[in-house]
C-alpha cells in the first residue's frame, strides 16, 4: 500500500611568448573527495533518493557488534571482490560490499562515502537509486538478503544472533485453565502511534493488557470442547541484544480514502525497562534494561519526505567535544541568562538603567530599550500583572528615582551598584548551574556522544535533541535500543581499526595515500595561474591607447605564480626576473579594448594574497613607474577607457567631387562629445549617431547642441558605433535626404514611415508627425495610386504585426502617441463606423454521441481543409483536447451594433447563406465561443446581455456550436466535456457535455456531479483534467489537502485555482474503477506527441485510424506500457 511512499615557494617564469588577445582554455583537474570535517565522522553521499538507505546503513555501521560480526568473515568465506565476474566462484558481493563500505566509514579520510557499489551487488538501477522507499521495508529487506548471502559461513546466524526475538500470544480458558499457546517470531517491533502516548504506553497495550472473550464473543476451548469464558494476552518471550521498534507513522482513513501521517506526541525514554512486557521476569532488572542508541527521522509527509538518523556514538569514534568546547557553554549562560531577566521586569529595568551612560532617561524610551532588549512591549507583557510603567517605577522608589514631571527616571546610586552585584552574582550561580548539571564540562569521558548524520553532512547534538522529534512532521519513525549489558572493550574507545581485516586495512591506508596527493595535486594546480606581463619600457603612447613599440612578443612574458602568495611576493618575483629595471615599480591591471592595451586600476596592498585583490588567471600586468611610459603621462582607470568610434564626414575638396569619407577615430570615453569638431578640424556643424556601421543605415539620430557637452558614455556610445559629421558651413551638402530635401536642422527629423501591405513590392513614404490620420491616409493613397475609400491605417505593433486601426480620423499622428520611427500599414478594408462590430462567424461541430444540426456528416470528419476551414480532423474515442481537434468552418461576417444582445447576434449569424444547410430552430439551440488560437476560447453564456459588456473589441471572432437542446446556463455553471475511458483500452467514449456548480469549486463536488451523471458510486471512479499542451493529465483527488490538530477548519481546494485551473470547455477524463483499477489516464496519442510534438499529429492521425465504431483497441497499436507501482527488491545469488 505504500510502495511509492517517499518520492540535496611555487613559481616559474616562461618567455615562451604564446600569448595572445585570445584567452586559453585550461581542463581543470578533477576534485578529490573532501576531508572529513571536525566531527571526524563520514557521511554517505546520496545517490538522488537513498537517504532511506542512508540513515539504515549509518545505524548499521554504528552497531560494532553487527559490524565486528561482519569483519570477522575472511575471503576464504566470502570470497573476492576480484574474482565477482568469476562465474565459477562463489563471490558473496553483498557482504563484501557492505564490509568495504563499513572500512571507508571507519577509515578512509573523506567527507561522504559512495554506495554507488553496494546498490550496484543490490542488482539496482539508476532508476532504483533515484526512487524513494520506506526505510522499515528496507530493513526487513536488507536482513532477508544478508542472511541468504551468507548461507554456508560462519555468520549464517548473524542477523538471528543479533536481532531475533520471540513473542508468546496465549490464550487461557477461565473453566479449565488450559492454555492455548501461539509463538511468532521477529526481527523488528511494529508499535501504534495513533491514540497512543509513547512507546512505553503501546508496549503496554500489547503485552499486559488482556482481551477478555465474554458474552457475544466466547472462545470454543479445545479441552472443554465447548465455548467458555478466556483471556487472549501476548508476551515477549525472547529478547534480542538489538531492539528493533519500527512506529506506525503512516495509515490510511478509509473513511476519507486518504493517507495521512500521525504527527501527534509520542514519546520514547533513553533507557527503558522491558520486564513488565516479558513472560519470564525472575531473572534481574539489569537483564531487562536497554538504552536507545539510534532514531531514524522521518521528515515530511505521507507521500514525499527526508530521512536522516541521531546516533550514539557508542566508540567514541567521533570529535564531539570539540564542537562543545566551542559553543556549548557560551550559548547555555545566554540563553540562561535571557530567560531569568524575562521573567523578572524589576532585573531588566535594572540592566538597562545601569548601561546608560548619564543615568538619567525618558520614560518613554526605556519602554523603547525594554521592547528592543526582549522583543515585546511593557504593555504586552507585564501590564496586566504590574500596570502601566510609571506605575510599576513609583512603586519600585527604593530603586527608581522618578522627576516631578515624572517624565524622566534615573536609577539610584545605591541600587546601581547593586545591580551590578547581582549580574555578577547570577553569572556566576548559573555557570554553577551549567558545570553541575552537564556532563561535558565535568565528566566528558562519561557524555553521551550523539551525532545528526544527514546523508553527507555530520553534527554533533544533545540528548535533549532526541526530544525534539516526538511530534510533528518530522518526528521519528524507527528507534534503535541495545541491551544495558553490552559492554564494548577498552581497546575499541576511540580506535576505528578495531577489529578490522587486515586487507581492508591495507587497502584503506592505500586509499588515504592516493587521496592525500591527489589533494596535493589539485590544491597546487588549482592555486597556480598564469599572469601576463606587459613591460612599459616596451610600449609606446598612441593614439589614446598603449601599443608594442617592436612586436608582441618580445614586450610580453608568462609568469606562473601562486595565487595564495602576497602581492609584495610578486613584485619580488618580477624584480628578480627582470635585473635592469632600476626604479620604482608599480604593477597595474591592463586590459585589451579595440584602441590597444588601457591600464584600468593600481594594485596596493602588498601584504595582500593574490586572491583578495581578486587577480583571475589569464590576468593581464602592466609593468611600469605609475607616472608615464615613453615619456607621456598616461590616464588610467574605466572612466577614460579608449574608445574606437567610426567617423563619417564629407571629404575637403572641390564642391562638386566631395565624398563620404569612413575614419575610425579614438576618444577617450569621459571626453565631451564635442571634441570630435576640434579633432577633425571642422569649425562646426550637426553630430548624428547610429548603431550601424554603414552610412546607408535608417536610425541616425540627431544629437542636440546642448548635449554636445556630455561624454560620450553619457550619450551612450561604445567600441565600434558610429557617428555622422554634417559641417554647417555646408547646408546645400547634406548627407541624408527625405521627399528631396536636404536635412539641414535638428528639428526636420521627426518622420513616420509608412508600408503599403497591399502592393507587391514593399514601398515606403515618410510624412510629418503633425499630420492627421486622414491626411496620413490620402498621401499613401495618392502615392500608390489607390482609388476608392476602403483602405484604413494600422500601427505596426512589437510583432511586427498589424495592430489595432488608427480610428480616430481627425486626430494628429502625435496626439495618438506615434513617435519618428513608427511603421504604419495600410490596409484594405474601410472601418466600420463608431458602435458597430465587424464579427466573423464560424462553425464548430465537436464530435458527440447525438450530432445535432449537421446534413454532411463528412463535413467536419472527412472533408478536405479548404480554405474557409481551419483543418485538425477529429478522431472519435481519442482523448484530446475537443476543441484543438475539430474543424472551425468559415461563415461569414456580420455587422451588428454592439448595444445589440448575444441573441440578436446569433440570430443575425442564422440568417448567414453558409448555414442554410444546417438545420437550427432556433437561437438557443446554439452556443457562442470567443475564437482563441483557431480553437474556442470564453464561453458567452447569456442570450439578453449586451455585447458591449463582453469588452468583445473589433478583432474578435465568434464560432458558433450546435445544441440538442436548448441552453440556459447561470453565472456559477461550468461546462465541461466528460469521456468515459474504455475499459481494457487506451482510449475514450465519445465527449458528453456535463454542467457542473462552480460555486462551490471543490473537488468532491465535481466527483459528486460527474457520478451522479454517469449513476456510479463516487468513491468507485476517478476523473483526471487534459492538458493539451502538455499531452498530459492531471488526476483531481478529493483529499489533496491534508488536515492538522493545529487546523479547526480545512481551507476548501479551489479547482478553478492552481494547479487545476479549471474553465469552460476543458475535458474531464472519467474512469470506472468497477472494471479498471490502474492509474493511467493517457492515450496512444499522448505518447506519441510527448514524444515528438512535431510530429505527433500526423502520426497520431496514422496510428488511431478507427473502425467504423470509432473505437481503438490497444492491441491494434502498440502504446507505451504502464509501469507498475515499484517495490523495493535486493537480488541476491543462490549459495546453498
Not at 277 to 303: A, R, W
Not at 858 to 875: E, F, H, M
Not at 938 to 961: A, P
Not at 1065 to 1086: A, Q, Y
Amino acid at each position: 500500500m505504500f510502495g511509492d511512499l517517499f518520492e540535496e615557494d611555487y613559481s616559474s617564469v616562461s618567455n615562451t611568448n604564446q600569448y595572445g588577445k585570445g584567452k586559453k582554455l585550461k581542463a581543470k583537474p578533477l576534485e578529490p573527495p573532501a576531508p572529513r570535517e571536525f566531527t571526524n565522522l563520514s557521511g554517505i553521499r546520496n545517490q538522488g533518493g537513498t537517504c532511506y538507505l542512508n540513515s539504515l546503513l549509518q545505524t548499521l555501521h554504528f552497531t560494532p557488534e553487527f559490524r565486528e560480526a561482519l569483519f570477522s568473515l575472511g575471503p576464504e568465506e566470502l570470497g573476492s571482490l576480484e574474482e565477482k565476474d568469476n562465474p565459477d566462484a562463489k563471490v558473496r558481493i553483498i557482504p563484501l560490499q557492505l564490509q568495504r563500505l563499513f572500512a571507508q566509514l571507519l577509515l578512509l579520510d573523506q567527507e561522504a562515502a559512495s554506495t554507488a557499489d553496494l546498490t550496484d551487488s543490490f542488482g539496482w538501477t539508476s532508476n532504483e537509486e533515484m526512487r524513494q522507499h520506506d526505510v522499515q521495508e528496507l530493513n526487513r529487506i536488507l536482513f532477508s538478503a544478508l542472511e541468504t548471502s551468507l548461507v554456508g559461513t560462519s555468520g549464517h546466524d548473524l542477523i538471528n544472533r543479533l536481532y531475533h526475538g520471540t513473542i508468546v500470544n496465549q490464550i487461557v480458558c477461565k473453566e479449565c485453565k488450559n492454555v492455548s499457546e501461539k509463538q511468532e517470531d521477529f526481527l523488528d517491533l511494529t508499535v501504534a502511534v495513533k491514540n497512543v502516548t509513547g512507546l512505553e504506553d503501546a508496549l503496554w497495550n500489547m503485552y499486559v493488557e488482556e482481551e477478555v472473550f465474554d458474552c457475544d464473543n466466547l472462545y470454543h476451548c479445545g479441552s472443554c470442547d465447548r465455548l467458555v469464558k478466556a483471556a487472549k494476552s501476548a508476551k515477549l518471550r525472547k529478547l534480542p541484544p538489538f531492539l528493533t521498534v519500527s512506529l506506525l507513522r503512516f495509515n490510511f482513513d478509509f473513511v476519507k480514502c486518504e493517507r495521512y501521517k500521525e504527527t501527534s506526541c509520542y514519546t520514547f525514554p533513553l533507557r527503558i525497562n522491558l520486564k513488565p512486557f516479558c513472560e519470564q521476569s525472575q531473572l534481574d532488572d539489569l537483564e531487562y534494561m536497554y538504552d536507545l542508541f539510534s532514531v531514524i527521522i522521518h521528515k515530511g509527509g505521507c507521500y514525499g519526505g527526508h530521512y536522516h538518523v541521531y546516533i550514539k556514538d557508542v566508540d567514541h569514534l567521533g570529535n564531539w567535544q570539540l564542537q562543545e568546547e566551542k559553543s556549548k557553554p557560551d550559548v547555555n549562560l545566554k540563553d540562561l541568562q535571557n530567560e531569568e531577566e524575562i521573567d523578572d521586569p524589576l532585573m531588566i529595568l535594572k540592566t538597562i538603567l545601569s548601561q546608560e551612560e548619564s543615568n538619567l532617561i525618558l520614560v518613554d524610551l526605556l519602554g523603547q530599550k525594554f521592547l528592543k532588549k526582549i522583543g515585546i512591549s511593557w504593555n504586552k507583557k507585564y501590564r496586566k500583572q504590574y500596570g502601566p510603567l510609571r506605575k510599576f517605577l513609583q512603586l519600585h522608589s527604593q530603586i527608581f528615582l522618578l522627576s516631578s514631571d515624572q517624565s524622566k527616571v534615573s536609577l539610584l546610586k545605591n541600587s546601581s551598584l547593586q545591580a551590578e552585584s547581582d549580574l555578577q552574582r547570577k553569572d556566576q550561580q548559573i555557570f554553577k548551574t551549567l558545570t553541575s548539571e552537564s556532563p561535558g564540562l565535568n565528566d566528558r569521558t562519561s557524555c553521551s556522544h550523539w551525532f545528526d548524520i544527514n546523508d553527507s553532512k555530520v553534527q554533533p547534538i544533545e540528548e535533549k535533541d532526541i526530544k525534539q522529534q516526538f511530534q510533528g512532521k518530522e518526528s521519528a519513525y524507527m528507534l534503535f535500543y541495545r541491551k544495558s549489558q553490552l559492554q564494548r572493550p577498552p581497546e575499541a574507545r576511540a580506535n576505528p581499526r578495531y577489529r578490522v581485516p587486515c586487507h581492508l586495512l591495507n587497502e584503506m591506508d592505500a586509499a588515504n595515500i592516493e587521496l592525500q596527493t591527489k589533494r596535493t595535486e589539485y590544491d597546487s594546480t588549482n592555486n597556480i595561474f598564469e599572469l601576463h606581463l606587459h613591460l612599459g619600457p616596451h610600449y609606446h603612447f598612441f593614439n589614446g591607447a598603449l601599443h608594442p613599440v617592436v612586436s608582441q612578443t618580445e614586450s610580453v612574458w608568462d609568469l606562473t605564480f601562486d595565487k595564495r602568495k602576497t602581492l609584495g611576493d610578486l613584485r619580488q618575483s618580477i624584480f628578480q626576473l627582470l635585473e635592469f629595471w632600476e626604479g620604482d615599480m608599480v604593477l597595474s591591471v591592463a586590459k585589451f579594448v579595440p584602441a590597444g592595451l588601457h591600464i584600468y586600476q593600481t594594485l596596493d596592498g602588498d601584504d595582500l594574497t593574490l586572491c583578495d585583490i581578486e587577480i583571475a588567471d589569464e590576468e593581464d600586468i602592466f609593468v611600469w613607474n605609475g607616472v608615464e611610459v615613453g615619456g607621456i603621462q598616461i590616464p588610467t582607470g574605466s572612466d577614460c577607457e579608449p574608445l574606437l568610434l567610426n567617423v563619417f564626414h564629407l571629404a575637403t575638396g572641390s564642391e562638386e567631387c566631395r565624398q563620404l569619407v569612413e575614419s575610425p577615430q579614438v576618444f577617450p570615453a569621459n571626453a565631451e562629445v564635442g571634441t570630435v569638431f576640434t579633432a577633425l578640424a571642422i569649425p562646426g556643424g550637426v553630430i548624428f549617431t547610429s548603431n550601424t556601421a554603414s552610412v546607408g543605415g535608417e536610425s541616425w539620430t540627431a544629437i542636440p547642441k546642448e548635449d554636445l557637452k556630455k561624454t560620450f558614455r553619457e550619450q551612450g556610445l561604445r567600441n565600434g558605433s558610429s557617428i555622422l559629421i554634417q559641417d554647417s558651413s555646408n547646408d546645400n551638402n547634406s548627407l541624408l535626404t527625405k521627399q528631396g530635401k536636404w536635412i539641414t536642422t535638428v528639428n526636420e527629423v521627426d518622420w513616420v514611415q509608412v508600408n503599403n501591405l497591399c502592393q507587391l513590392e514593399s514601398e515606403e513614404e515618410q510624412v510629418k508627425i503633425s499630420a492627421t490620420v486622414n491626411t496620413c491616409l490620402k498621401i499613401m493613397l495618392e502615392k500608390f495610386g489607390l482609388p476608392g475609400d476602403t483602405w484604413h491605417l494600422r500601427k505596426m505593433d512589437w510583432c511586427y504585426e498589424a495592430g489595432e486601426p488608427l480610428c480616430e480620423e481627425d486626430a494628429t499622428l502625435k496626439e495618438l502617441m506615434l513617435c519618428s520611427g513608427d511603421t504604419l500599414l495600410l490596409t484594405e478594408g474601410k472601418l466600420p463606423s463608431p458602435g458597430l462590430l465587424n464579427v466573423p462567424i464560424w462553425w464548430y461541430q465537436p464530435p458527440g454521441p447525438k450530432s445535432q444540426g449537421r446534413r454532411h456528416l463528412d463535413q467536419t470528419n472527412c472533408a478536405p481543409s479548404q480554405g474557409g476551414v481551419w483543418r485538425a480532423t477529429s478522431t472519435p474515442g481519442a482523448a484530446g483536447d475537443v476543441h484543438a481537434d475539430v474543424p472551425l468552418r468559415y461563415l461569414g461576417d456580420v455587422k451588428i451594433s454592439e448595444d445589440a444582445t448575444l441573441g440578436e447576434l446569433k440570430a443575425q449569424a442564422m440568417t448567414l447563406p453558409s448555414l442554410s444547410e444546417f438545420f437550427i430552430p432556433s437561437p438557443a439551440f446554439l452556443r457562442a465561443w470567443t475564437v482563441d488560437s483557431k480553437r474556442p476560447g470564453r464561453l458567452l453564456r447569456k442570450n439578453q446581455q449586451q455585447l458591449r459588456e463582453y469588452k468583445l473589441g473589433r478583432r474578435t471572432e465568434i464560432c458558433l456550436e450546435p445544441l440538442q437542446k436548448e441552453e440556459h446556463l447561470g453565472p456559477q455553471d461550468m461546462l465541461l466535456r466528460t469521456q468515459m475511458r474504455l475499459p481494457g483500452e487506451r482510449a475514450y467514449a465519445l465527449p458528453v457535455d456535463v454542467v457542473w456548480d462552480a460555486a462551490r469549486g471543490t473537488a468532491s463536488s465535481l466527483r459528486q456531479r460527474v457520478a451522479d451523471f454517469y449513476s456510479l458510486p463516487v468513491e468507485k471512479i476517478e476523473i483526471a483534467k487534459y492538458f493539451p499542451d502538455k499531452f498530459e493529465w492531471l488526476p483531481v483527488s478529493s483529499w489533496n489537502q491534508q488536515i492538522t490538530k493545529r487546523k479547526k477548519k480545512k481551507k476548501q481546494d479551489n479547482l478553478q485555482g492552481a494547479p487545476y485551473y479549471l474553465k469552460d470547455g476543458d475535458i474531464i477524463g472519467i474512469k470506472n474503477l468497477l472494471v479498471e483499477e490502474d492509474d493511467d489516464f493517457s492515450t496512444v496519442r499522448d505518447d506519441i506527441r510527448r514524444e515528438d510534438p512535431a510530429l505527433g499529429k500526423r502520426k497520431s492521425q496514422e496510428a488511431l485510424r478507427v473502425q467504423s465504431n470509432g473505437l481503438l483497441s490497444s492491441a491494434e497499436t502498440p502504446g507505451r506500457p504502464h509501469r507498475p507501482e515499484a517495490s523495493l527488491s535486493i537480488h541476491v545469488g543462490s549459495f546453498r
